[in-house]
């Protein structure tokens, strides 16, 4: 069924293949994008993939809708109209190639109602989803749901996204493993000085004897094996497809070692290896396929073929290889990583996301130090289900290693009901959740959260500054524990309306990053940013009370300010602390206040009966506007920020 506005119009955008007109939701579309030459071909992929596209740092996979509707191989042939269409997917970054962008409409819903209608169309019916006729025109409405292949749509775990689920118990996050025997346990390290007063966060219950070793129970040994004879099946039944030649596996095994002992499973610490990690997010466990660094470059150079030049006998660091190289390594290792995830998704029913991969060369003896950087662990003890796999007639050998960290194994014994309560208990913590109770900030911990706020706020309002050509000035970040009431108070007079945007942040640490305007203010904002400055593109007669009442220029606007703005808050914060952060799409209100903060607090989670929020003012003193922007950093993962903030204290 199609969504509507409520005036009972659809806006689509649309589409020309060969001499064919057809028509998307632009609910489903994110962006439309000029190809030029960036589109790197993947070797032995499908035949209606075209290859991937770099897309200011994020890789897209792009099929070919031509191909697709008229059944042909991969060839494609790109001309000043060819255009790519990024598509708005959920887990999925997909985009369409197609040999035209027409525009954008505005039809009537009516005209897809129910009619007999005949259409002459080279196009499967599969995959239409409406069709409609106005003024003796004929509009073919594409369904995205069948037109994108089972096998693409298996892709979901190339950036694999996952969803927290917030539970009244533990929740639950997903795994992928590859490996044999290894786990990694994080521990805090103890510090000495005021940089001990940083790491004392919370007021832990773990027990103060140093802890050795993990004992894991058969039932939990055995489900771990299985979890890696699972996930790094799937995995290598895709490499396998990929390169078309045999791959041997053996069996997983898991166990406990420490960072020192992993040379011997490469060989020799000064056996050079090609290692792609893939996290997984929230939470910082890992994919790691490391390969031998020969073997991996005969078969990336079978890959690529005459279309890249190094020489595999010789390639000794990344700076040797070409793009189009080390865009193949990329998807290789995000395609199998992707694999091995959805295989354990499918096994604990749970969503699971990766990043993109990143991968290194060294020799083995650094692989576990750059892991240690990588994962961010704070132990020098990980936990790791390792496969071992074999390419005979490329003589490659190669490991798959799932690394979850301890809350992750949790939860797939919790979703799998093996008994992980004497785990817990080797770790001196117990079950009970982490409240609001248990956070005690010390005068350091507070600096520097203040800091995270005046870093993090510079930087959104020095890029809203470049926006509106004018000087944008903040305050002194506070950082305070809060009531809910007592905050909405604070921000705002009981009865008047707020614009707020608003945008989850996933990765080492989790939070959400708040942009809040008068409705007025917003408005004046949004009037220079479009080159509106005399308003005639918005009914100012009109009070703005919901989000939806805006122009769609003006809407379209303050939903891309407001990802700017966290975008650019949150990237400043990472970049400081050199810990990976994403800033997911925005979604933007307006209402009073207090019903705002309420919203917030049913729909996303945040401000409980209290919180800890990091509040900056933003002031534009030419126009006389004032905003505010809030980082409220999630409670579970707050000692996670904290410790990497311990350097600069």
């Not at 020489?311 to 992707?338: C, H, Q, R, W, Y």
């Not at 810990?579 to 996303?604: C, Y």
Request: aromatic share 6%; proline share 3%.
């Amino acid at each position: 069924m199609l969504e509507s506005e409520k005036i009972g119009n659809v806006n689509v955008v649309v589409i020309q293949v060969e001499s064919e007109k057809y028509l998307l939701e632009v609910k489903d579309v994110k962006e439309i994008y000029l190809p030029g030459d960036k589109i790197i071909p993947i070797p032995l992929a499908d035949r209606n993939i075209v290859g991937v596209i770099d897309i200011r740092g994020i890789l897209y996979t792009i099929m070919s809708l031509k191909n697709k509707i008229y059944d042909r191989d991969g060839a494609f042939n790109l001309n000043e109209d060819s255009r790519i269409i990024l598509l708005e997917l959920e887990n999925l970054r997909l985009a369409l190639l197609v040999d035209k962008v027409i525009g954008v409409r505005k039809l009537p819903v009516s005209i897809f109602e129910a009619q007999n209608t005949i259409v002459e169309t080279h196009i499967d019916y599969r995959f239409i989803k409406s069709i409609g006729v106005k003024d003796d025109v004929t509009y073919i409405l594409l369904d995205l749901n069948t037109l994108i292949p089972p096998e693409i749509l298996s892709m979901k775990a190339q950036p694999v996204q996952i969803k927290r689920e917030v539970s009244a118990k533990q929740p639950r996050q997903i795994k992928r493993s590859k490996g044999e025997d290894e786990v990694i346990i994080p521990r805090v390290p103890k510090m000495d000085g005021s940089r001990a007063q940083l790491g004392n966060l919370l007021k832990t219950r773990k027990s103060k004897k140093t802890i050795k070793e993990l004992q894991l129970t058969d039932d939990q040994q055995d489900t771990l094996k299985e979890v890696g004879n699972i996930g790094s099946g799937n995995a290598v039944t895709a490499l396998s497809r990929l390169i078309k030649k045999k791959v041997d596996v053996d069996l997983t095994n898991v166990g406990i070692v420490s960072f020192d002992k992993l040379p011997k499973y490469f060989g020799g610490k000064n056996k050079k290896v090609c290692g792609i990690f893939c996290h997984l997010e929230n939470s910082q466990s890992t994919i790691l396929q490391a390969f031998e660094l020969r073997g991996m470059m005969s078969l990336v150079s079978n890959l690529v073929g005459k279309e890249s030049k190094f020489d595999p006998k010789k390639v000794e660091s990344k700076d040797e290889l070409d793009d189009f190289a080390i865009s193949t390594i990329k998807e290789m290792g995000n395609i199998m990583a992707g694999h091995y995830a959805s295989a354990l998704a499918d096994l604990t029913g749970t969503k699971m996301m990766i990043d993109l991969p990143e991968f290194t060369m060294t020799n083995v003896e650094s692989l576990g130090s750059f892991l240690n950087q990588d994962v961010q662990s704070l132990s020098r003890f990980i936990i790791l289900i390792k496969t071992s796999i074999q390419v005979v007639d490329l003589e490659l050998n190669g490991v798959f290693f799932f690394i979850p960290d301890m809350k992750t194994l949790y939860k797939i014994f919790g979703k799998l009901d093996i008994e992980y309560e004497s785990l817990l208990e080797q770790e001196g913590i117990e079950t009970k959740k982490l409240s609001i109770d248990d956070i005690n900030l010390s005068e350091i911990q507070r600096d520097a959260l203040q800091e995270v706020g005046n870093i993090g706020a510079g930087n959104a309002a020095n890029a809203l500054a470049k926006m509106i050509n004018q000087r944008v000035d903040i305050n002194i970040p506070s950082v305070e524990m809060v009531e809910l009431d007592e905050f909405t108070k604070e921000v705002s007079d009981e009865k008047e309306y707020l614009f707020i945007a608003w945008s989850n942040v996933e990765g080492k640490t989790r939070a959400t990053v708040l942009t809040i305007f008068k409705v007025d203010d917003i408005i004046d904002l949004t009037s220079i940013i479009v080159d509106d400055k005399k308003k005639k593109g918005i009914d100012l007669r009109k009070s703005y009370r919901k989000a939806e009442d805006f122009p769609d220029l003006y809407a379209d606007a303050m939903k891309e300010l407001g990802h700017i703005l966290a975008s650019n808050y949150t990237s400043a914060i990472a970049d400081l602390l050199e810990i990976r952060l994403m800033t997911n799409p925005p979604d933007m209100n307006v209402d009073e206040g207090k019903k705002l903060f309420n919203l917030l607090k049913d729909e996303i989670g945040i401000l409980k009966k209290l919180s800890l929020v990091i509040t900056t003012n933003v002031i534009v003193t030419d126009i006389k506007i004032t905003g505010t922007f809030l980082f409220i950093p999630e409670l579970e993962t707050l000692e996670n920020l904290l410790e990497a903030l311990k350097k600069y204290y």
